[in-house]
């Protein structure tokens, strides 16, 4: 039984960076792998970050560059470092967990079996 809850969001206005943060309570956090995703309306839930055993990560090729994810093992925690944000990047933010897989699916939300409840993020110019 796993449980993730985001928080960190809510309504920017010309804000430069964002962190978000998904703490993760029942499975320890170095046998699981992590995602962060999003989705805007009238778009389909879109890969933005990926971590996995051993640190390896994975971006987004819209987010490449500009936002790094990191974990905490101590704190059973992972985050989601948002840089030189952009409207466009207003959406609601997810973070997920799976047991395992190949780094070539971690961005695909169809594999991810545990989701937090969102936090949205708005960002104006």
């Known amino acids: 039984q796993v449980q993730l809850v985001e928080s960190g969001g809510g309504s920017f206005h010309s804000v430069g960076s964002l962190t978000l943060t998904c703490v993760v309570h029942?499975?320890?956090?170095?046998?699981?792998?992590w995602g962060w995703f999003r989705q805007a309306p009238g778009k389909e839930r879109e890969g933005v970050a990926a971590?996995?055993?051993?640190?390896?990560?994975v971006y987004g090729e819209t987010v490449k560059g500009r936002f790094n994810m990191y974990k905490d093992d101590a704190k059973n925690a992972v985050y989601l470092r948002m840089d030189s944000l952009k409207p466009e990047d207003t959406a609601v933010y997810y973070c997920?967990?799976?047991?395992?897989?190949?780094?070539?699916?971690?961005?695909?939300?169809?594999?991810?079996?545990?989701w937090g409840q969102g936090t949205q993020v708005s960002v104006s110019s």
């Open positions: 971590i996995y055993i051993g640190s390896s990560e």
């Open positions: 029942g499975s320890p956090l170095k046998k699981m792998a």
């Open positions: 997920a967990a799976r047991a395992g897989g190949y780094w070539y699916t971690a961005l695909d939300p169809a594999t991810y079996t545990d």
